[in-house]
């Protein structure tokens, strides 16, 4: 417990100190912002690492074994549409639950002043990769290659940029940046992960990753259908 815990704590210094260290030479040498600024961002970027270190060691202690159980239980237990129906709704609470969308969602609320609700934001961001984490879970049990899944959500993408108010578009690819957070990516790929684990002659390194990136896709569409609905 205690090497696993130093470990992590080394993980979040190497993450954080090196942008610590370049704004602390900003401020030494260019910026020069107010002390109280400046001290407001040494305390929080201790905070931060203080953060990163407790999430790091729930989710290693918590968030991977459990999707990793959840994805070798579910094909042993359940029949396909019992395990499209989890893999949805676990997809669609992770996005709920992922801190990357809501910040992405207050800004546009924010920037839009109230015309995009933030709500509806993370519902229709969430309700895109709950599709997509079906799909890819789909994907694993029939064996499809992900070449073919990959080139057909993104000719989609790049049909629907024509149809899309131009407001709605830069939003869309943001979206599809969120939710690869530090909540949503170790859950969809333990769940792909342990899913692969329990079907014969498979192999988890070829289908248990790109499920990320296939689930990214989901919210692009999403927010790209809610722009031309929207009005």
Same mark, same amino acid.
């Given at each position: 417990?205690l090497?696993e815990?130093?470990?992590?704590?080394?993980?979040?210094?190497?993450?954080?100190?090196?942008?610590?260290?370049?704004?602390?030479?900003l401020?030494?040498s260019?910026?020069?912002?107010?002390l109280v600024?400046?001290?407001?961002?040494?305390?929080?970027?201790?905070?931060?690492?203080l953060?990163?270190?407790l999430?790091?060691?729930?989710?290693?202690? *918590?968030l %991977?074994?459990m999707?990793?159980?959840? /994805? +070798?239980?579910?094909?042993?237990?359940? *029949? %396909?549409?019992?395990?499209? %129906?989890?893999?949805?709704?676990? /997809?669609?609470?992770?996005?709920?639950a992922?801190?990357?969308v809501?910040?992405?969602s207050?800004?546009?609320?924010?920037v839009?002043?109230g015309?995009?609700g933030?709500?509806?934001?993370i519902?229709?961001?969430?309700l895109?990769i709950? $599709?997509?984490v079906c $799909?890819?879970?789909?994907?694993?049990?029939?064996? $499809? &290659?992900? +070449?073919?899944l990959?080139?057909?959500?993104?000719?989609?993408?790049? +049909?629907?940029?024509?149809?899309?108010?131009?407001?709605?578009?830069?939003? +869309?690819?943001?979206?599809?940046?969120?939710?690869?957070?530090?909540i949503?990516? &170790?859950?969809?790929?333990?769940?792909?992960?342990?899913?692969?684990?329990?079907?014969?002659g498979?192999?988890s390194?070829?289908?248990?990753?790109?499920?990320?990136?296939?689930?990214?896709?989901g919210?692009?569409l /999403?927010?790209?259908?809610?722009?031309?609905?929207?009005?």
């Amino acid at each position: 417990m205690l090497s696993e815990l130093k470990e992590s704590f080394m993980e979040v210094v190497w993450a954080i100190a090196p942008l610590t260290l370049v704004v602390v030479l900003l401020q030494l040498s260019i910026i020069h912002m107010p002390l109280v600024d400046f001290v407001r961002f040494l305390i929080g970027a201790l905070l931060v690492m203080l953060g990163f270190l407790l999430f790091l060691q729930g989710v290693k202690v *918590g968030l %991977l074994p459990m999707g990793e159980m959840v /994805g +070798a239980e579910l094909p042993k237990r359940a *029949g %396909l549409p019992l395990i499209l %129906l989890t893999a949805f709704l676990l /997809g669609f609470f992770v996005t709920v639950a992922e801190p990357d969308v809501r910040v992405l969602s207050h800004q546009v609320d924010l920037v839009s002043q109230g015309e995009i609700g933030k709500n509806l934001l993370i519902a229709t961001v969430a309700l895109g990769i709950g $599709i997509f984490v079906c $799909i890819a879970m789909l994907r694993i049990i029939l064996g $499809i &290659p992900i +070449a073919y899944l990959l080139a057909g959500s993104y000719l989609a993408v790049l +049909a629907l940029s024509f149809f899309t108010p131009p407001d709605f578009v830069p939003i +869309a690819f943001d979206a599809g940046g969120v939710t690869t957070g530090p909540i949503t990516v &170790p859950f969809i790929l333990a769940l792909g992960i342990g899913t692969a684990s329990v079907l014969g002659g498979r192999s988890s390194i070829a289908d248990a990753f790109g499920l990320v990136g296939l689930a990214s896709v989901g919210p692009v569409l /999403g927010v790209m259908l809610l722009g031309i609905f929207h009005r």
